[in-house]
């Protein structure tokens, strides 16, 4: 029927918007920083008030974030709605696409760079990590980077130590 084709047109136009839109902020996105524009289209805007107040005296850092946010405030008004982190879905370097949403990488996380992405990649990809003693042992990161991704729930539900404790079976 006539809906159908319509129905079916849409749908392969919406997962050709929300391709582009990965791509962009995968290859585009010099600044992008997940705690601000992936926490939802309230936070976003209020940070991008901010930089448009102080347009003019923007740091080179603040105007390439100002670009990446623009980009994200179109993905929201197109609603296209943004997964968070995943220690298991997301990709060290790469935004992937997660039924129709969009899913960020370890690196859009502010402080975290290429190397630290895809060994958090490789070893997710491996198995879970035990406690977060282990996640820091293969991964090679520091306890800092370690309490940051527990901050924002990546780690969520991960034991501390490998330690099992004899109070823990009771």
Not at 15 to 43: H, W
Not at 66 to 93: C, F, N, Q, W
Not at 106 to 132: H, M, N, P, Y
């Amino acid at each position: 029927s006539i809906v159908s084709i319509v129905f079916n047109m849409l749908m392969v136009a919406f997962k050709l918007v929300v391709s582009f839109i990965t791509n962009s902020v995968s290859i585009r996105a010099d600044a992008f920083n997940y705690e601000k524009m992936c926490q939802g289209p309230q936070v976003l805007h209020s940070y991008l008030d901010d930089l448009r107040r102080r347009k003019d005296s923007l740091s080179p850092k603040e105007q390439a974030e100002l670009k990446d946010m623009r980009i994200v405030e179109e993905m929201y008004a197109r609603g296209i709605e943004m997964l968070p982190v995943d220690l298991y879905h997301s990709k060290g370097t790469v935004f992937s696409i997660e039924d129709g949403k969009l899913r960020p990488c370890f690196t859009s996380i502010d402080g975290l760079g290429e190397s630290v992405g895809r060994q958090i990649e490789e070893e997710a990809s491996k198995g879970r990590f035990l406690s977060k003693e282990d996640f820091r042992n293969r991964c090679k990161v520091g306890k800092s980077t370690c309490d940051m991704l527990e901050s924002m729930g990546v780690l969520k539900g991960i034991p501390e130590s490998d330690q099992i404790s004899l109070f823990d079976t009771f």
